[in-house]
């Protein structure tokens, strides 16, 4: 078993005094929407489209948006930094769930303010939301897969327990047309269970609906997928109580989301369907590719509100035109994921989850803001810089972005930026190894495979043409989480982790070296104990590779392939998501508030500077400034002189 040790401190007379930190402001703006509903405005009657927005750095939002003036109010939340359950109750109020805190919120349509919060304890996510026969808002959770009960009388809340282990998520509560709830767990062991509001029992699922995982009520009826059911046991409905959309149009699903209690929509392709009880047939709202967008609700006169990214849009029916609009309101400063410095003046990041980039003019100080830079929801988790072009790899359609900041934004029709590949068709989502380029020019990238399933996988691109190839559980199947090269190498490190799925047991993260000529792993190593090894980085100086190894730093000598066991002697926790290298045989990391520089070449460990906040992103550019991000916040560290 090899020893990790990092950095010794240095305490001496000589000891380097701190640096200037300076504030360089809050560049990164970018909303996540993800849920929405027209509720109707108690003033006037106006039907307003109303979004939930995450925002880690100053809490959750509600936005209303009048969809005819095309303006827009905000109302920060009293807790939560986002939401996708947001319903109408009784009361005039709304229901709001949020994560990462696992809130139930009560919003007063008529006050417009907020009046209560009230949680599940223990657990992270409130997924969706779903009335029950006893008047209850119901909730599924993630972290213990539970289904909680938040009583709108008197605002408590039940845990009504986790039936389905080892699930860690309900990921989707649906009312019946008797008021049961129908509870879909995933994802170790995907399990549908009823819940009996009355009882406060679970029950096994009819053979009728095994397979179905959610659905609305409408006219009495609980509809789901092609069908429709009624009774105890949920019987399809024969002959179906309403038409079916035209064969020759291919498949179709009825739209659980849009669905009310007395409208039905349908989805077939890109069409949506409206029908009412009694109607002679189907009434074809819109045929429209919505490009990554989203329907979240429909007006009276059957006009379909969404949002694609920053932009939210209107679809009259039978209309023409498309047009997206930025999302109007207030816009509060983001937590920043991750930074990249182009040595051409200007500094690149994202924010946790939003799926857009910013830059920052380091001699101006402007920050840009793009708009979405994939069809695909998620987030950038990394970017490279190549010829000009910036390459983003993000979650969670596993794409690589290619996007030309000088040439003009043409997102919308595929050309700048551009998705070249995108990993989820061959069983990769999430890039936690992160993006670089190759001496020549290609891109490498490390990646989580998809939802419930263990593995990783190294991908080499081209970057003109974004022919990919994969060099698949190299280590084993383990999530890649560090990744490293030089012109003959790959070095990996891994972890245990995995989408949707507990950590992998029974084994220890791993690092390993590629041959990048024979695709074969030359060197591989397990740390007893440990869960991640992650922040891999070679040094062009030293040649060394250093690697952070279950929050500890330690060396790795490529060309002897040993550790170095000696050359490091501390216990400081690398606690910073990046690490910065200059490639000029120093690193920096942040370790809780405080910045650390290590020399690779001695051992030394020094003290920099000491920030505000929890250090997360740090990053260094060829002129040894080091920039790193403090919650929505950046600085620039450089030495005295």
Known sequence: MIVLLACMVVLMDNTPKPWNIQSLGKPCWARQVLAGRVVKDRKTGREMFVLTNMNEATRAELIFIDPEKNTGRVYPAPAGSGSWALQEVSGDRLIVGTFYDAQFMVFDLNKMEWVKTSGVPGESYIWNLAQGSDGRIYGGTYGKGKLAAFDLTTYQVEDLGAPAPPNLYLRLVSATQDGRILCSFGTEKPTTLLFDPKTKRYSPVPKSIQGITGGAVWEGYFVAGTQAFRGEELEPVSPMPFPAPPVDKGGWYIDSTLTTPRTLFLRQGNRVYRYHKGDAHLELLVERDLRGGVLYAAMENGTLLGVRGQDYFVLKPNSETFKLHYIPGEVSPRKIHFL???????????PPFGQTLFSLNLRSRRPKNTATVSDAGGEVYDATFVGGNIYAAAYAAGDIIRYNPKQKWDQWGKQNPQTLVSLNTRGYVRPTGGILASPEGLLYSG????????????AITHPDTGATELIENPLGEQAIEGLAIDGHYAYVGTSLSAN?????????????VIDLKTKQVVFRHEFLG?????????????????????????????????????????????????????????????SDKSLYRCDL????????????????????DAKGNVYLSCGDEVFRASSRR
């Open 340 to 350: 990249r410095a182009d040595n051409a003046g200007n500094l690149w990041g994202g």
């Open 447 to 458: 990646w989580m495979a998809a939802y419930g399933k263990y593995g990783g996988a190294v």
């Open 530 to 590: 440990t869960e991640s090894v992650r922040q891999v980085v070679r040094d062009a100086k030293t040649g060394l590779v250093s690697l952070v190894v279950g929050g500890k730093l330690t060396l790795f000598d490529p060309e002897k392939r040993v550790f170095l066991t000696d050359r490091l002697h501390s216990e400081v926790r690398v606690t910073s998501y990046t690490v910065g290298a200059s490639g000029e045989g120093v690193l920096y990391f942040g």
């Open 601 to 620: 070449q001695t051992g030394d460990l020094t003290i920099l500077a000491t920030l505000p906040e929890r250090i997360h992103a740090v990053t260094a």
């Open 500 to 512: 949707g799925l507990p950590n992998k047991t029974g084994e220890y993260a791993r690092f390993g």
